[in-house]
């Protein structure tokens, strides 16, 4: 087993975490609105407490727009067009050195109560000439969910999740930091130069 693989595991499981409960807020927000019950599902604590003053809440920093691109429809899926996809999505929206490089592997397709979830990695390393093979590699783990539920024009949802990571991203939500790929190449170079063969 790849070391890279022990990590998909734990990264599906977030992902489908994250669906699950987004799938059962969903029924809580319909179940409220047929109550007649006004909620708003997620909101923090503070957020509240302003709300309820009436007040609102400026940050002292200006809002920047996070980059996304136009992600596929459901009636238009298809595995190729996903990487090709997530190909754009990373190209496009993601600011990081040339010396990078990444392939985009297909891992299959989980079939869930209301839609498919289709798997991806994208592994990252950093060739260099004394050593084109590198020691380490860092994974991002990309989900597809094509709802079967849902009308073929809405738009797949897609999630990704960095190896080691525990946080579930969405495109167009978070910004790209380098620094995760390089955190996560760095601790496994660290842990190789500690194990003795």
Same mark, same amino acid.
């Given at each position: 087993?790849? $070391?890279?693989?022990?990590?998909?595991?734990?990264?599906?499981?977030?992902?489908? %975490? /994250?669906?699950?409960?987004?799938?059962?807020?969903? /029924?809580?927000?319909?179940?409220?609105?047929?109550?007649?019950? /006004?909620?708003?599902?997620g909101l923090s604590r503070e957020a509240?407490?302003?709300?309820?003053?009436?007040?609102?809440?400026?940050? %002292?920093?200006?809002?920047?727009?996070?980059?996304?691109?136009?992600?596929?429809?459901?009636?238009?899926?298809?595995?190729?067009?996903?990487?090709?996809?997530?190909?754009?999505?990373?190209? @496009?929206?993601? @600011?990081?050195? $040339?010396?990078?490089l990444f392939c985009i592997d297909y891992?299959?397709?989980?079939?869930?109560?209301?839609?498919?979830?289709?798997?991806?990695?994208?592994?990252?390393?950093?060739?260099?000439?004394?050593?084109?093979?590198?020691? /380490?590699?860092?994974?991002?783990?990309?989900?597809?969910?094509?709802?079967?539920?849902?009308?073929?024009?809405?738009?797949?949802?897609?999630?990704?999740?960095? @190896?080691?990571?525990?946080?579930?991203?969405?495109?167009?939500?978070?910004?790209?930091? @380098?620094?995760?790929l390089k955190d996560i190449v760095e601790?496994?170079?660290?842990?190789?130069?500690?194990?003795?063969?």
């Amino acid at each position: 087993m790849d $070391a890279d693989d022990a990590y998909l595991g734990q990264a599906n499981y977030l992902v489908d %975490q /994250a669906i699950d409960f987004a799938v059962q807020q969903l /029924a809580e927000v319909t179940d409220n609105a047929v109550e007649g019950v /006004a909620t708003v599902p997620g909101l923090s604590r503070e957020a509240s407490a302003i709300k309820k003053r009436g007040g609102t809440y400026l940050s %002292q920093y200006p809002e920047q727009p996070v980059p996304d691109i136009d992600w596929l429809r459901i009636g238009e899926f298809s595995v190729d067009r996903a990487e090709a996809k997530i190909e754009q999505f990373i190209r @496009e929206t993601w @600011e990081f050195d $040339a010396s990078w490089l990444f392939c985009i592997d297909y891992l299959g397709e989980d079939a869930a109560e209301f839609d498919n979830r289709h798997r991806f990695r994208v592994r990252w390393s950093v060739p260099t000439r004394r050593k084109p093979v590198p020691r /380490a590699t860092a994974c991002v783990y990309f989900t597809f969910s094509v709802s079967r539920i849902k009308p073929a024009d809405h738009l797949v949802d897609v999630f990704y999740v960095f @190896e080691t990571n525990r946080l579930v991203h969405r495109p167009g939500e978070t910004r790209f930091r @380098e620094k995760w790929l390089k955190d996560i190449v760095e601790s496994k170079a660290e842990l190789l130069r500690e194990i003795e063969f």
